[in-house]
T-cell receptor, first 112, second 113 residues
Framework: AQSVTQLDSHVSVSEGTPVLLRCNYS??????LFWYVQHPNKGLQLLLK??????LVKGINGFEAEFKKSETSFHLTKPSAHMSDAAEYFC??????????FGAGTTVTVRA | DGGITQSPKYLFRKEGQNVTLSCEQN?????MYWYRQDPGQGLRLIYY???????QKGDIAEGYSVSREKKESFPLTVTSAQKNPTAFYLC????????????FGEGSRLTVL
């Protein structure tokens, strides 16, 4: 069985400061992991994905995530938040079939 | 441009009525999915289809039905049996060769009056 836990339901940062969104997963096998972003009343857009290559994955819009197998974590970071980063973020795990498991989501607020 | 089109974007329904949400993709993807999104609960899988004329129930299929008669189309019917249908519905597709990456539509927001 697989599951995903996003440790923060809401993160608030000031513009220009770092952003950290935490994700832990449980998986019986080597998982593929994803981060998606969703702006209000929109679909989800892929930020980045890990598929057993490099453990540090770079995505779009300056985001990156590090896969740590020993900690079963896949935290998402960005060095400097921008107002346009205000959105909801989902951590997702897939284990070789077509059924993905989504975390509950983290809402990011960016203060001017 | 290639992508996924969902319609309608907003829909209101009276209790006891069935309603069908449309999902069309021109990405030539084999797999298509329907998810339901409620605040604070992430996305929950309703149905998915890996190939034409075949589909499987997801985690919350009760009160919903689907069909997959064409590769590019995967409509979802919300029936009167669904006890709490007010939600945001997202359709997605994926290609077999992309290790699970999903491409999403813009969503349909259903409100039951």
């Amino acid at each position: 069985a697989q599951s995903v836990t996003q440790l923060d339901s809401h993160v608030s940062v000031s513009e220009g400061t770092p952003v950290l969104l935490r994700c832990n997963y449980s998986s019986s096998y080597s998982p593929s992991l994803f981060w998606y972003v969703q702006h209000p009343n929109k679909g989800l857009q892929l930020l980045l994905k890990y598929t057993s290559a490099a453990t540090l994955v770079k995505g779009i819009n300056g985001f990156e995530a590090e896969f740590k197998k020993s900690e079963t974590s896949f935290h998402l970071t960005k060095p400097s938040a921008h107002m346009s980063d205000a959105a909801e973020y989902f951590c997702v795990v897939i284990e070789g079939d077509y059924k993905l498991s989504f975390g509950a989501g983290t809402t990011v607020t960016v203060r001017a | 441009d290639g992508g996924i089109t969902q319609s309608p974007k907003y829909l209101f329904r009276k209790e006891g009525q069935n309603v069908t949400l449309s999902c069309e993709q021109n990405l030539n993807h084999d797999a298509m999915y329907w998810y339901r999104q409620d605040p604070g609960q992430g996305l929950r899988l309703i149905y998915y289809s890996q190939i034409v004329n075949d589909f499987q129930k997801g985690d919350i299929a009760e009160g919903y039905s689907v069909s997959r008669e064409k590769k590019e189309s995967f409509p979802l019917t919300v029936t009167s049996a669904q006890k709490n249908p007010t939600a945001f519905y997202l359709c997605a597709s994926s290609d077999r060769g992309t290790t699970g990456e999903l491409f999403f539509g813009e969503g349909s927001r259903l409100t039951v009056l």
